[in-house]
């Protein structure tokens, strides 16, 4: 399975409105039949995230910005150096084995939430909004931080898979480090945490609790090693704290003199992929 990174393309242009599509996709290593129950679980988000940009409920609950902080950075940068270091070290090589050696008679090929799971956290973002949960963020300003976090996390796995070409445990390709998947779901958590923490820090928790099992069940399916999915899961979080931080930046940028933006946020599956849609139109 490989994670690809988020693209961004251009797709509508005429002097007053501009359209930019974005998308996530985690690729299946070999097609398969479209799975109706799998798309029945993706799309039961579907009516949440379609209203998500609903003018009635999508008001700002708090406008103040997240300034740079080292402290926060320093538990997800711990995670990503961990990860790095375990790529040629023989001991951490060697408690990967082990997990995976431990695991090996409880892997259940069925169990195949984390396909799902990866993206929850960061859809809870919409659903919440759409059920008049206000956040920090409008639909445009999260929407612009999602997006920007995706790009930074996505070029940041596919590049480091690229060069350390990792074998999974299951031998299928060697794109193992980090886990794209765990980045997904933490990144998503960060989101949903920065988003609802002033609302309530069970929100945060709870998307935290969603990518920790995300985290867990690709090591279980045996997808990927113990320093894979540490590493994606402070690539996550990591990118989600840059995309807050350089947001205004970003905003004052690419999106000068745009007051009004509407999009639509979804996921989709074909059989073959699985992944994040993420269009916008301003």
């Not at 950075?73 to 990967?96: C, D, E, H, K, Q």
């Not at 069940?217 to 990118?239: C, E, M, P, Q, Y």
Request: aromatic share 12%; proline share 3%.
């Amino acid at each position: 399975m490989y994670c690809n990174a988020m693209d961004s393309a251009i797709t509508h242009l005429n002097g007053h409105y501009l359209n930019l599509t974005l998308q996530a996709v985690y690729l299946n290593d070999k097609p398969k039949k479209t799975n109706l129950k799998k798309l029945l679980i993706i799309f039961l988000f579907a009516p949440l995230i379609s209203f998500g940009q609903n003018k009635k409920n999508d008001t700002i609950y708090n406008t103040q910005n997240i300034n740079l902080n080292f402290k926060s950075v320093i538990i997800p940068s711990v995670l990503v150096g961990y990860g790095i270091i375990g790529v040629n070290n023989n001991a951490l090589n060697r408690f990967n084995y082990d997990i995976q050696e431990r695991l090996k008679g409880e892997i259940n090929k069925n169990i195949k939430i984390d396909n799902i799971s990866q993206f929850v956290p960061s859809f809870s973002v919409y659903g919440l909004n759409a059920l008049g949960i206000k956040g920090k963020n409008n639909f445009k300003d999260r929407t612009i931080i999602l997006g920007t976090a995706s790009l930074i996390m996505g070029s940041t796995v596919n590049g480091m898979k690229k060069s350390t070409v990792i074998e999974r445990p299951d031998g299928s390709n060697k794109f193992s480090f980090p886990s794209g998947s765990t980045a997904i779901a933490f990144m998503g958590a960060e989101f949903l945490y920065q988003e609802y923490k002033d609302v309530s820090i069970w929100y945060g928790i709870s998307g935290y609790l969603v990518a920790t099992g995300t985290g867990f069940l690709r090591i279980h399916n045996n997808k990927h090693w113990f320093t894979d999915v540490v590493t994606g899961a402070g690539i996550g979080i990591l990118s989600t704290k840059i995309a807050y931080w350089i947001h205004p930046h970003v905003k004052k940028t690419l999106f000068k003199d745009k007051k009004e933006i509407s999009g639509i946020v979804m996921p989709f599956h074909n059989g073959k992929e699985y992944g994040l849609g993420l269009s916008m139109s301003f």
